[in-house]
């Protein structure tokens, strides 16, 4: 009975998910209202540049850990469950499973761009630079860090 149950769970979570996969197009990026997810990471948004009005928000970071609650409870910031969003990345390679999660397993409606941010700069795309701020915020983060970790080694035992 429990199997059923489960089973029944199962494919009412799949029929109420949804997930797009549609290639990453500059029509698409330009005339869309959707919201869009940059899920890279933040070299590759200095590296690549973003899409302008792109929401940033790393899924993977720079070793390849992720925190799924983190993700979520900060993905629910920007967006509804029942609204459908598009999430992107370099080639589409983690927007594939990412998409699947959040659609298939947690009943978002996301639209994975296909191809992703390679796609659409060789498309022709002219891509945003990463905003200065946001990489000031990260260098003033980061030099605030390293100056407690120095007084913490600095202080007596």
């Given at each position: 009975m429990r199997k059923i149950l489960f089973g029944i769970l199962i494919l009412a979570s799949i029929l109420v998910a949804e997930v797009t996969n549609i290639p990453a197009t500059i029509d698409f990026v330009k005339s869309n209202k959707m919201k869009i997810i940059d899920i890279r990471t933040e070299s590759e948004w200095k590296q690549m540049g973003v899409i302008e009005n792109a929401y940033l928000l790393t899924f993977f970071d720079e070793e390849s850990k992720y925190n799924i609650k983190d993700f979520i409870k900060k993905l629910n910031k920007i967006v509804k469950k029942d609204e459908q969003f598009a999430i992107i990345c370099n080639t589409s390679s983690r927007t594939k499973?990412?998409?699947?999660?959040?659609?298939?397993?947690?009943?978002?409606?996301?639209?994975?761009?296909?191809?992703?941010?390679?796609?659409?700069?060789?498309?022709?795309?002219?891509?945003?630079?990463?905003?200065?701020?946001?990489?000031?915020?990260?260098?003033?983060?980061?030099?605030?860090?390293?100056?407690?970790?120095?007084?913490?080694?600095?202080?007596?035992?």
């Amino acid at each position: 009975m429990r199997k059923i149950l489960f089973g029944i769970l199962i494919l009412a979570s799949i029929l109420v998910a949804e997930v797009t996969n549609i290639p990453a197009t500059i029509d698409f990026v330009k005339s869309n209202k959707m919201k869009i997810i940059d899920i890279r990471t933040e070299s590759e948004w200095k590296q690549m540049g973003v899409i302008e009005n792109a929401y940033l928000l790393t899924f993977f970071d720079e070793e390849s850990k992720y925190n799924i609650k983190d993700f979520i409870k900060k993905l629910n910031k920007i967006v509804k469950k029942d609204e459908q969003f598009a999430i992107i990345c370099n080639t589409s390679s983690r927007t594939k499973l990412v998409s699947n999660l959040l659609g298939n397993r947690l009943g978002y409606h996301v639209v994975n761009l296909v191809g992703g941010m390679d796609k659409l700069i060789k498309d022709g795309y002219k891509v945003t630079s990463y905003p200065k701020e946001k990489e000031k915020a990260t260098v003033e983060s980061m030099e605030l860090n390293s100056t407690t970790q120095n007084s913490l080694k600095k202080t007596p035992k």
